[in-house]
């Protein structure tokens, strides 16, 4: 069965750097674009960034461009969401995304920006 697994959250103060990573199972890894989704307490969810099935495609919402770069490796089932100069507004639940027939969730994992 399709499981995404994030991990690399935690806290953070203003300007600084995180790492998130999505770990993938459960279906043809490099077939599927990879999607980022942030959700705030009583904000909607917001798409962060997606990549392409090969890597070669990517897009970012505008309020993370510039700043996050998101990456796969596909020998590794993985995705990684660069993060830098992370603001407070970045705070958030971040997970992964997989659209097939349906769509697949991870559990999510905190971000929290503060000083």
């Known amino acids: 069965q399709v499981q995404l697994v994030e991990s690399g959250g935690g806290l953070v103060q203003p300007g600084g750097s995180l790492r998130l990573s999505c770990v993938a199972s459960g279906f043809t890894f490099s077939s599927y674009a990879i999607s980022w989704y942030r959700q705030a307490p009583g904000k909607e969810r917001e798409l962060v960034a997606a990549i392409s099935g090969t890597g070669g495609t990517t897009n970012y919402g505008d309020s993370v461009k510039g700043r996050f770069t998101i990456s796969r490796d596909n020998a590794k089932n993985t995705v990684w969401l660069q993060m830098n100069s992370l603001k407070p507004e970045d705070t958030a639940v971040y997970s992964c995304?997989?659209?097939?027939?349906?769509?697949?969730w991870g559990q999510g994992t905190q971000v929290t920006v503060s000083s």
């Open positions: 995304n997989l659209r097939r027939s349906r769509m697949y």
